[in-house]
């Protein structure tokens, strides 16, 4: 088959390694058909927060989406791989073809890793992690969270589950939520071929057990699990048998069999001579020939000598059933055997007996795969990027543009992909290192002539613009975090001195997570590009979802700087932002990247407040733990943007205050002379309590007469690392919000 999941991940097997509705963060939807974060965690309002991404785009609002909408949900593939195969290196393809372009070209080049060994195409914001480090299992949750994504869907594809690295991340996203922040809920993407194993071992592992239930994504009231439930269980109750028995169009052929126990599935051995494109429909009746009808299924795109299953919407009581085959498309058949070896059933051809016996398999609900049958919302993966569904109750992964529809058993939309490029060369399945596959860049057919262009997004732009068109319950979005692929020296029949599959260089790769960039990688310089990815799905999943509007302000209030806050109690509204995101890192990178140890974390930001009356601005800010003293290291900066310009200032920020303190019970605030250059202004009062701070701000100092309706954007930044470099706030200290997010407060 032609499907790059089926084809990389037989190639991958070889090599012994795996491949890797509208809810709101804290919001219930109103809706039984998805999981959404338990009411228990406070909601963030992560819709309502504001930003320009590094390209000057920015995010929507309310006033250019419009409301929330019901029943849209978001998943974004995400990968649990990372050092759970070989860790040589790391080998960072970026950085060894800007060192020498030639490389390419010689397999033998001693930069490169050893042959199947993983590569990554560039560094991660938060370098060469592994997948079971808990600090960016906590940062990731955060991201994604603040996002507006509701499920991360885990990579299992190639057979292997990694128990080890989802129960890390099961347990960092429990103390997420334990410390009062929200995070997405997870899901499985199983085999495309044979899901089996993989769904017994995760059933057995993480669900029977009820591990962290709380964090399941459920779909139409079940936990929700990528895998083709026609290819799990079934028990030959005949035999296989040596007769193909091609059906004929007009025609039907059936067996009778008997059921001992309750059953919730039945099916039968299906040849179709090495062909695609076969079909037929399956139909299961009491008794026999006639008898009533209890489940019916279309079948498309058959593969040869599948077990073809069809489930039960309920088990069926005991007894006696006939199972039809019909309405035959292309060259199909059934296993038969032409003797009768099953006394308690018989063929049919047309309604009448004949001799022999068909194979038939069943699914019994005592069993423990009935179990599991019984247990989860199945939806069958199609592995390709290029065929669409074959039937109902299916879903995509990653496809080409324009985007099959993958409609429910209603007919409805149900999903839609959105990649950000894809490993495909004119029309076929493809490694991402040929120089025509569907990159970043591409769009309208082809890719831009104009090779700057791959920090704006243009292939992922027009996936999510065909997805909003049709408007789906579900969009799977790939992905977050794969960073890695095998060296190999042929794909698919293309044969070169250096091959990657999935993943190659910055416009040949398709991870939203932010990088790290640099010069030795060839990436340009600044930081506006790195993360651009990341809030381009914010703005996408904000025209898909819906905003909600701004927090309306409560009435004008003078607060006196006294270090008394109860004067606070009444002022709404309160901005809040993560709780225990300043935990340390220590936990070994990948290979010789060394031990990642971060200690900056400090005060631990979880909410702020504004006041203002004629005169004067009024800010407060509480935090987890009492706040450090004032002599610390830019310490509780908070900077002000008031002209609304992204393009002045520092990030689009006029303003800050806490970048100096002058003592104990006076700060300086700064205006900005361009980036991150200040000209001191004037001395404020401020008090800290425990773990409160209030200042005040003239408005006149800050050009924020009381003349207009006051709007204004607002960050708290504490124990920043890299003067000047928003991308700082990603992983030092704490932000809130967190990275270019921040809090807009409006009459």
């Keep these: 088959m032609s499907e790059r999941g089926v084809r990389r991940r ?92 030639a490389a390419l070209e010689n397999g033998d080049d ?63 996203f429990a103390a997420v939520r334990a410390a009062g922040s929200a995070t997405p809920q997870v899901a499985f993407l199983t085999p495309f071929g044979n899901p089996q194993q993989v769904v017994m071992d995760l059933y057995t592992d993480l669900y029977r057990p009820g591990t962290h239930e709380d964090l399941w994504f459920r779909w139409k009231d079940k936990p929700l699990i990528l895998a083709d439930p026609t290819r799990i269980g079934g028990t030959l109750l005949t035999k296989d048998g040596t007769d193909p028995a091609g ?3 007009g025609h039907t052929q059936g067996q009778t069999f008997k059921a001992t126990e309750p059953v919730l599935a039945v099916g039968g051995r299906i040849p179709t001579w090495n062909t695609t494109d076969a079909a037929m429909t399956l139909t299961l009746y009491a008794d026999g020939p006639g008898g009533t009808r209890l489940a019916q299924r279309r079948f498309e ?38 003797a009768d070896v099953y006394p308690d059933g018989r063929a049919y051809t047309d309604g009448a007996p004949v001799t022999g016996d068909r194979s038939v398999y069943v699914e019994y609900a005592s069993g423990p795969v009935g179990e599991v049958l019984d247990f989860f919302t199945f939806r069958a993966p199609q592995p390709s990027y290029f065929a669409g569904p074959t039937g109902s109750d299916e879903w995509g992964w990653l496809e080409v543009s324009p985007q099959h529809v993958f409609r429910d058993d209603t007919g409805a939309a149900e999903q839609m992909t959105v990649g950000v490029a894809q490993n495909a060369v004119d029309g076929r399945l493809g490694a991402m290192s040929e120089p025509h596959a569907q990159g970043r860049s591409y769009h309208d057919g082809r890719l831009p002539a104009d090779d700057s262009r791959t920090a704006e997004g243009l292939n992922f732009q027009e996936q999510w613009d065909r997805a909003l068109a049709v408007d789906p319950e579900f969009v799977f979005v790939t992905g977050w975090n794969e960073w890695v692929a095998q060296r190999f020296e042929s794909f698919n029949g293309v044969e070169a001195p250096v091959v990657f599959v999935d993943e190659f260089d910055w416009e040949h790769s398709r991870d939203i997570e932010p990088l790290r960039g640099g010069s030795e990688g060839g990436f340009p310089g600044g930081n506006a590009y790195q993360d651009a990815y990341y809030y381009q799905l914010v703005a996408n999943i904000r025209k898909y979802k819906g905003v909600r509007p701004l927090p309306r302000p409560s009435a004008p209030r003078t607060i006196r ?10 002022v709404g509204p309160e901005f809040r932002d993560h709780a225990g995101d300043t935990a340390h890192r220590d936990h070994p990178g990948w290979g010789d990247a060394g031990r990642y140890v971060d200690t900056t974390g400090r005060n631990d930001v979880v909410a702020a407040k504004v006041a203002r009356d004629k005169h004067h601005l009024y800010f ?63 001395d404020i009062p401020y008090e800290v309590k425990g773990c409160e701070l209030e200042l005040a701000i003239p408005r006149s100092l800050v050009g924020a007469g009381s003349g207009h309706p006051l709007r204004i954007d607002f960050k708290w930044i504490d124990n920043m690392q890299r003067d000047g470099d928003i991308l700082d706030t990603l992983a030092s200290g704490d932000a809130a919000p967190g990275g270019r997010f921040r809090y807009r407060y409006a009459e």
């Design 10 to 101: 037989d190639v991958l097997r070889g090599a012994a390694v795996g491949a890797a509705g509208a809810t709101f963060p804290g919001v219930l939807s109103g809706t039984a058909r998805a999981a959404a974060v338990p009411a228990a965690v406070p909601d963030l309002m992560s819709d309502t927060w504001v930003a320009t991404d590094g390209l000057g785009r920015r995010l929507p609002t309310h006033d250019d989406v419009g409301g929330p909408r019901q029943n849209r949900y978001v998943g974004v593939f995400y990968f649990l791989w990372l050092g759970q195969h070989s860790t040589s290196g790391p080998h960072d393809i970026s950085k060894i073809l800007t060192a020498d372009p």
């Design 110 to 172: 001693p930069a490169w890793g050893p042959m199947g060994d993983f590569h990554h195409w560039a560094e991660p914001c938060f370098g060469y992690y592994l997948s079971d480090d808990t600090w960016v299992i906590r940062k990731h949750a955060t991201m994604l969270a603040d996002a507006g994504v509701d499920t991360v869907i885990f990579d299992v594809t190639n057979g292997f589950t990694y128990a080890p690295v989802y129960h890390a991340l099961l347990d960092t």
């Design 247 to 249: 059906l004929a169009p």
């Design 301 to 338: 795109a058959v593969a040869d000598n599948a077990k073809v299953m069809l489930r039960l919407d309920s088990a069926a009581p005991a007894g006696t059933y006939y199972l039809e085959q019909s309405d035959p498309s292309g060259s199909v058949g059934w296993w038969t055997d032409p």
């Design 561 to 570: 700087i006294d270090g008394d806050f109860t004067d606070w109690r009444e």
């Design 620 to 682: 407060y800010v509480r935090t987890r733990q009492p706040i450090t003293p004032w002599t610390d290291h830019n310490w509780m900066m908070l900077f002000l943007d008031v002209t609304g310009d992204p393009g002045s200032g520092w990030e689009g920020f006029d303003f800050v205050v806490n970048r100096r303190v002058t003592n104990a019970r006076r700060t300086c605030l700064e205006a900005s002379l361009g980036g991150w250059s200040w000209k001191r202004l004037a």
